[in-house]
Each structure stands twice: as structure tokens, then as C-alpha cells.
């Protein structure tokens, strides 16, 4: 029963097709409405005529009116037959779609976009899929049934364990599973950071002279005041924090400055957590890729040094994948039951087999091996780097190389706009130092901030040659 | 190399395991810093002494000593040797860590909570795990690089393709996939649109008399009011809405009511949809268990009628597992471009992998025979409790059953309350239905919802016993 054809009314057609006869004839039916085929108020057959029209029983064509009574979409009044409702008008025909926004971090000038360079993305082809999906494998195997519930709004207390352990070991965070929350992303975390900070009566979280402007808007959506910190060659001038009224924690970069790359040196760390003990307030750590150091072990995280006083926030976008959104907050005691509650309140959580997964990951040292893969490959490509700018183009400073996905160029003064249409022309997507710049922080650097981790393998020579292709 | 044990200063102890020297020397020392064994401005000894005393070699000493001034715990001043910084000072000792939150949506009274009959949670043994683990490999092996990047806020077009299709089949509902957006729970997708429908100066959203507090909560979250719509023996009064001044949506569960389980007749059906065409308001359309009906084909979405005046709203957590996080809207032309951008402008999303995964979930047909397997299993549940409690407790009206993955049992007027009591002490959680009852509706019902999907199988009998036995 491949196409019946039905005709009645006037000259109207109803395509059926398929076997299920009564699922068949109703969407039929709704589609000819919806078109405006059956106007509303048209009086269709009676059930026995369509049913002998069709084929068909005539309960099946009974229970299909019934159906679309209930829907809404027909109306059946005594004496008066089975009609289509007045409201189920026909409507107007749709635009074309509109086409997808752009996904990733890209903004690129030109359509046609070869090299990808900009930076806060890992290598994607490296993602580690064989080791994920055994232990995601082994994760939906052990699970216990109520891990596919509701859950704790915290995250697994398995991958808080994990996490914990980890965590101490690889960044010296001073951590307790009941004091992590495992959130979608840093800002995700910010988000709820910035919610409860503002119910505490907070006013402004100082930030620094560089960095992502969505997280700015992030923290004045939830109606904070974002005053930036000063920035000198040694970093970020942490020491401004006690000249500032009403700031009530800050937000740093402090083991790879994003995106400037350096480290904060000792006596800023320590002008921090002098303020925030000093204060009261909190220092906000986004400990983005502190996996990936060179040529030492990575800076442990500020964290360590006072936990009641700093929001650890680490995440697998970077040493893993962005596409898992998974992150997580270690919190100092004050705050770990009101954002618990913050997050509980609208129970956004990561998937529950994802999290046992990446605990299985962690657990199992499949999460060291990638890292440890991971920062060799890197390493190697940062030199790279580091080597072909030297041969192209002497005069340019990389810096920001002793850790991390991306290194910066410096270019001479005003010549940062005319390198990035260079770099367009040839399709080559990369990011000005200045795209990072707070409003409010005068212009003082010319330069490229080069994401090397973000090409395959396949693209990264070409990329290179590019981006030398367009250096002073 | 098991414990080597270092004797320096006084009594001071460092315990250090494992092969990896420079990194143990860290960790003991952080640790003898943070539980106060090493007081602030205590000098160390020389990295050559040290050294000579732990066997290790020079170098490691030192190296580690440096790294722990770059993170602030020790400082090295020219002539004054290596100290231990003043603000690494030890923290008071903790206490003992709060209990875990109830997961899930139990708050029984008694500790011994033995069989659960809470409705909202699909029997969580029942999950699919090697279906889904299949759909997952396949999944994983088949995702393009770019899929494991940061992606459209909307979802995976895979996954809202996929969606669109399996909705215009199974729940008449006319969607197509750039309308489709992706997000963690319903929760999550009413939290979005609470927020755009604000932002555009709506100022009350209607909700029924009876359902999840959560959800008003939310709203009025977000600055909106929600006043309850009138119910009756046929269900939401959705006539009254003509007469709220103010009401920009309405929140409904219009193919079967939550809690109280009827379908909205046709005529109301049709005074919502008139109601949001005459004021340009937005129906919520909550599905949350429309693929459980067991007596007819389901009840097709509201939706259907006017795809530009319903927001539909569909999950995964009953008819699969809430764990998963994945819910799905589909949205009216009006809406689709501010809730991809409010859900974008903090990037949300559910993790790609589990997306995909359930994309091939819905196109390989597992789903529809899942779908189809739990609702052979929870009918015979529904069958078996009608028959336990004819049986147990003539008097007892149970209604709410054509559908879903709960009923509800009326009891005689004041008895709620008593029959809970009994309930909690013989170690059974279920829910009355004055839990679900808005603060403005006066009490005109007693009864409980029993949610008997809840149990597995082998909980399933004697969950059942325990109920009858709290019957009048």
C-alpha cells in the first residue's frame, strides 16, 4: 500500500502514505490544513464515505477524526458534521533560514577562511576519541542505576573525587570533593560566581587589563561593576587592588595571563591574597591551561595558598575539548553551599554518564597520557614558531611561550589593524592583542595573539607560512 | 624508594612518596606549611643541606624551593636565605563535611526510605545502556573534528535535524531544525525564555493551579508574576486567560496535566490558542511525558495548531533518563533568534558527544523501541495498580491513567495529610497532590500522585503492597 490517492471536496488530495493508515490519514488531514488546502469551516465527509473512498475501515477513519477533535484542529458538532476549526488557519509561507551564526571563536573578515590561528582552541583532530570512548564504555557499564537521575547539583561525587585527587597532584589545589562544582564551562561558573557574589551585596569584580570580554559582560549582567587593574611588563599590578572601594573579589589569570602569557610574578601573587584576606573579598582564579608549561612544571595554582579566599576554576576545553562542557570550581568554605544552591535552584548539570566518564579518564591515567601527548605536540609547534619568526621576521618579539595554547607577537606601534587585513587577505584567521583590551585601558601594545594549538596537524605548516607571510 | 623521611629545623617531618622527587619535595612542603608544622617566616635550610639529608640531588632541591617561590608559599631574599612566606599561614582545621543534599526529587520524612512512588523520574534501571553505548561509539567515530569545538549555542544541526523529523512524526508538531534549540532540561529552556520574555516587557506569565513550585519559582526569577488560571473537573479554565491584563504566556501541560493527568478538552485546547492569536501571547507547551499514552495514539502537541504562537518544550528525562540533560524547544519565528542568543551569550550547551549520540539514537530507530518497550512495561504497571487498589480500596478514584508515568489517587476530603504520615512510616516516599497546589488556589482536592514508573522491577510489588496498605 504504497500511495493511495483520495479525492473529495472539491479537488482535494490527500497523499498516504506508509502503513500505519490512521497515523497516515491524520497527518494528511493536518498537513492540508496547515497548507491551506482545507480552508477553516470546510465540512469534511462523513467517516463511512472517506472510509469507503479510501479503503479503509471506517473505524480507522472515525478514530482519526476523533484524534484531530482533540488536537484541535477539527471541530465535531451534533447535526452539523465534522469540520475544520476556525483556528486552525493556514499559515503564511516561511523565509528562507536564516543561516547559522558562526561557530567557534571565529570572526573572520573574509569568506574564505584557510588558516585558523586564533587562539582559545585546542588541536579538535587531537581529541582523544579511542581512550574516551573506553572510558565512557567502562563509565556506563559500573554505573549505579541512580546515576541517571536527577543527581546532586554538585556533579557526580565520583568525578569530585577524582577531581580532587587531581587536582592536588597536578596544580597544587588544596581540594575536598564536597567543595567542587562541576559546572558546563567556565562561564557557566563565572555566571554563578557572579549571581552570588551580587546577592552578597558585592558591587564590582576587578578585572584585568586583558582578557575575554565575555566575561565582562558576563559580571555586569549580574549587575556588577568590572574595574580594570593596571598592567606593566611584570603583568597585572595586583598591588592597585587595596586603592579600589567596593570590589569585592577579582578575576585572574594568574599561572598564564590570558592573553598576554605571562606568569604573575611572587609579589603579586602575594598582593592578592594579602587584599582578598585583608578585604575580605575573593580572588577568582581561571586556571584555563594550567596543564600546558614547558619548560618547567607548571606554576601551581594561587589557590593552594589561601582556600578560603580563591574560586579555583579549571576545565577539560582546553586540555580535552571544548564540545564536552565540562568544567568545575573548587570554592572556599563561605561559598560552596549558596552557589551549590545557585546551580541546584535550575539543576543545570552535565550529563551524569559524561562525568563518569571523565572520572574514569582521570582515574585511569588516560587524562596524564593526553596531557602529557598533548604538551609535547604543542611544544613542538610553539617552537616552531618561535623559529620561523626569528628567520622571517627578526625584529618580532614572541612572548608569552613558556606555557599554553598561544604566544604574542609584538608588531611596531599602529601596525597591529594593517597585519590583521593582511592576514584576512591571505585567509588567515588571527586575533589583535588590542580585541582584548577593556575599554577603558589605554592602547599601549601592537600585536598578535597566534592560538598554535588550534590547526590539525594537516594545517599547521600552512598556517605558519601564512602568518610569517604577513610579519613586518 | 618508599617513605625517605627528612628530619630539619626542630621536629619537623616531610614524608615523601613515590619516583617523582621535585614534585614530592613540593607537596610535602605545601603540606607542612598548610597544617602549620612550618610557621610563617621559619628559614629553611639550604637547598645543599637538604639535599645531602634527603639524598636527593642539589638541583631538585633547589629547582623545587624555586618553584614554590614563583607560587608565593616560600620567599628567597639575597642574604636571608629561604623562608616560608607570611601569607601561606595554616588553616584552622575543617569541619566535618556537610551531609549531601537529598538527590533526586525525594524529600521523605523517615530515614528509611524503602519504596519510592515520587512521580518525575522514568524506572532509571530501564535505561538503555547498550543501545546508547552503541549510538554513542558510532557517534564519537563518526563526528567531524569541529564537532569537539565550542558550536552553535542552538545544539548539533544533527541532533535538531534529527529532531525535527522524529517530532512532526511522533507529536505533530511542526518543526523545523534552525527553530530548534538544544538545551539542558526543561528547566534550563524555561529559565531562557522566562528571561527573552522579560526582556521584551512581558510582565505575568499564567500558570495551572496545580504543578511544580520549581517553575514559578524560576519565573518569577525573572521578574515575572504567575498567576494560577482556574481548575475544574475538565481540567485548566485556559477561558480565563481572556481576562488577565498583563499575561504575556502561559506555562501549560496541555496533553496531560501535571500532576493531575487529563488531556485539555478540545474547546479549551482552542481558547488558548485564540487567546495567544488575539493578544499576541506565547503558549509554553510542556511535553514532558507525551509519548506515554496507552489507550489511544498520544494527544498530538498543541504546538501543531500555531507553531508561531506555542513554544514546545520536549525532554529526554522521561522517556529516557534525566541524567542525560537533554531537553529540546521549539520555538516561533518571533523567538528563535533572542533565545539562541540568550542561551549563546553564556554558551550553554550540552555536551556534542552525548548530542550526536542522541541523534543517531533517534535516526537508528533505538528510541522508538525503547519508547515502545516502556510503554508496554509502565502500562502493565498502571494496569496492575488500578487493579491493587480496586482491589485494596474500593472507595478510591484513581484518574490521570490514559497517559503518562503517573496517577493519581483520590482520597476523602482532610485524609491527605494522614495518609502521607502513614505512608513515611512505613518507609514509602510519594507526593500528595496539595504539593502541587499554587499558594493562591484554596485546597478543594485531596489525594496522592503516585508515580509508578519510579521503582524498578524488582521494587515494583512491594512499593505497590505498601501503598494499598495506606488506603482507606
Known sequence: MANDRATFGSDLHLELRGTRLRAGLMDAL???VRSGRLEAGTRLPSSRSLAADLGMARNTVADAYAELVAEGWLTARQGSGTRVARRAAPRPPEPPAPPSPPSGTGRGRTAALVHNLQSGTPDLASFPRADWLKAYRRALTDAPNEAFGYGDPRGRPELRTALAEYLARARG???RPERIVICAGFVHGLTLIGEVLRARGVRDVAVESYGLWLHDDLLRRAGLGTPALGFDERGTRTEELAGLDGCGAVLMTAAHQYPLGGALPPDRRAAVVDWARASGGFVLEDDYDGEFRYDRQPVGALQGLDPDRVVYFGTASKSLAPGLRLAWMVLPRELAREVAAAKGAVDWSSSAPDQ???????RSGAYDRHVRAMRLRYRRRRDQLVAAVAAHSPETRVSGIAAGLHAVLTLPPGAEQAT????????????GVNRFRRPA???????????????????????LRALCGVLP
Open 30 to 32: 493536518r498537513e492540508a
Open 356 to 362: 563518569l566518564a571523565f572520572a574514569e579518564f582521570l
Open 173 to 175: 589545589v588544596h581540594a
Open 441 to 463: 585601558v589605554p592602547p599601549t601594545l601592537d600585536g598578535l595573539v597566534v592560538g598554535y594549538a588550534t590547526p590539525p596537524d594537516s594545517g599547521w605548516q600552512g598556517a
Open 420 to 431: 590583521l587585513r593582511a592576514a584576512a587577505w591571505r585567509g588567515l584567521a588571527v586575533q
